[in-house]
């Protein structure tokens, strides 16, 4: 199952919970796993908190010092922090799905994190189980 | 299936290995794969080392490096560096499970990673295959 | 399923998205995922560009910048900066499989990350659904 996602800056944390939840409970499986994968090298998927939307911008904000912009790349397209912030931050998730619900924390949502946009982004789940 | 860790410091490295093995021979898979996953967003899971502390200690050294408390964030509860440090380690391994064990490698464990302790932490282990 | 990789160099990616594809084919498995893991403890599994071979080495310079060799680690073996890497890279990739085959992005590849060779690596390929 996929579905897409329209980012709007260059780079931007966006919330896909929703969407994740949905494809699970269209999946049927009652006991299992959820994958979040995405089919890009400069976006990635991440799990944290979702409801104060200043610990996002604190997490891209330290990803931006990790992979700054002038550290003298060799890929010439000029996008090397944003495929370094896919290698460290992990191009999916896995979450267990238990009930038949995605069983994230209380705090928990699903990230899609565009390190290169604005794009439109297409996001694969797969759920396995029983 | 579920267990409970208490963390005993701001951040520690807590070995799980033996709770997950014993998670997997109760699933009684023979085949298939072993997620380890944190549903709190201020703690990660991560593989690595368990034969000599000082590794896991010089990971956490250098995480605090990476994700420093003095830079400037945002969120205002002081545990960014936490979220931080969750992203960038991740809130789930998976490992393969092979003949109904955990097949991890010779020196590989399983760590709960605690970044803003000390606190009880609840870990899911998940199990599918055959 | 596991297969060897000997790498070549203290620090290197190495491009293993043939030998997974090739798994994924004789698994059988129409849908469902395929995990790739490394039973190690100083390497690790990313999926990034493989189309252009700057970009896994900006990467892996950068990795180095993050975990440089001189940061006064606790660890004697002098190899805490692959440690540390490894837990920032992760220990596994879990990619879709869809229609039989490994649903891998247009630009997007399996890497080994090596970070304290040169050595013979195993590498885990598990493939679960139906």
């Not at 191009?91 to 009930?99: Q, R, W």
Request: glycine share 8%; aromatic share 6%.
């Amino acid at each position: 199952m996929e579905f897409e996602v329209r980012t709007r800056a260059r780079r931007q944390f966006v919330d896909i919970t929703p969407q994740v939840i949905e494809k699970v409970q269209a999946s049927g499986v009652r006991s299992g796993l959820c994958v979040v994968y995405v089919r890009h090298t400069t976006a990635g998927v991440t799990v944290n908190e979702n409801a104060d939307p200043t610990v996002a911008s604190d997490i891209l904000r330290r990803l931006e010092a990790l992979a700054p912009d002038d550290a003298g790349y060799a890929h010439l397209e000029g996008n090397s922090p944003a495929h370094i912030m896919a290698t460290l931050v992990g191009s999916s998730a896995t979450i267990p799905v238990v009930d038949g619900r995605l069983a994230l924390g209380r705090w928990q949502g699903v990230f899609l994190t565009e390190f290169d946009g604005p794009r439109t982004r297409k996001v694969s789940v797969t759920v396995v189980g029983t």
